[in-house]
T-cell receptor
Framework: AQTVTQSQPEMSVQEAETVTLSCTYDTSESNYYLFWYKQPPSRQMILVIRQEAYKQQNATENRFSVNFQKAAKSFSLKISDSQLGDTAMYFCAFMKHDSGAGSYQLTFGKGTKLSVIP | DAGVIQSPRHEVTEMGQEVTLRCKPISGHNSLFWYRQTMMRGLELLIY????????DSGMPEDRFSAKMPNASFSTLKIQPSEPRDSAVYFC???????????????FGPGTRLTVL
């Protein structure tokens, strides 16, 4: 079974500064994907960024980027130029490819509550 | 597209009552997932369907929980009888999954906040 660990229950950052959220995972799979989801107070789960395990290049989406270290099984999220709207819970998630059924299960970490301070 | 639709958004019930949560996936999606979110356990996968067939229900906590997907556009999660420890936010998500696909994003509904008194 896969496990995802987020060791920082809460973090805060000043507006316009940079913050990094940590995530580690454990798996014996070789074919998988990693994700960061954002959950603002509205409760909606929003996909922020994803990384394919077979790609060495770190994924980037505007102000969001990841540091993917496959050997260390580490997948951190960096948010640059933090904005007030970035205040939310952030979940790291793992997806393996269930090739038999063609379906994909997500395993989530417990989340990090990020507060952006004006 | 309206996205994944869940109803009701909020449900308050008394212990022992039957609760039915509803989900309409995105049109054309063939995989549907039910998750439960609590402070203690975080987000957990309860069950998922592929082409209306339940594939893995190992996350369903006990026999009081049941899920159905009678057609491609509708699924229910039922709790009977409900207990206070079932209080949580229940999310439904859908995706378009094929064996040949390398990746299929899951789109989440807004969730149903269930409170069992």
């Amino acid at each position: 079974a896969q496990t995802v660990t987020q060791s920082q229950p809460e973090m805060s950052v000043q507006e316009a500064e940079t913050v990094t959220l940590s995530c580690t995972y454990d798996t014996s799979e070789s074919n998988y994907y990693l994700f960061w989801y954002k959950q603002p107070p509205s409760r909606q789960m929003i996909l922020v960024i994803r990384q394919e395990a077979y790609k060495q290049q770190n994924a980037t989406e505007n102000r969001f980027s990841v540091n993917f270290q496959k050997a260390a099984k580490s997948f951190s999220l960096k948010i640059s130029d933090s904005q007030l709207g970035d205040t939310a819970m952030y979940f790291c998630a793992f997806m393996k490819h269930d090739s038999g059924a063609g379906s994909y299960q997500l395993t989530f970490g417990k989340g990090t509550k990020l507060s952006v301070i004006p | 597209d309206a996205g994944v639709i869940q109803s009701p958004r909020h449900e308050v019930t008394e212990m022992g009552q039957e609760v039915t949560l509803r989900c309409k996936p995105i049109s054309g999606h063939n995989s549907l997932f039910w998750y439960r979110q609590t402070m203690m356990r975080g987000l957990e996968l309860l069950i998922y369907f592929n082409n209306n067939v339940p594939i893995d229900d190992s996350g369903m906590p006990e026999d009081r929980f049941s899920a159905k997907m009678p057609n491609a556009s509708f699924s229910t999660l039922k709790i009977q009888p409900s207990e206070p420890r079932d209080s949580a936010v229940y999310f439904c998500a859908s995706s378009l999954s094929t064996v040949l696909s390398s990746y299929n994003e899951q789109f989440f509904g807004p969730g149903t906040r269930l409170t069992v008194l």
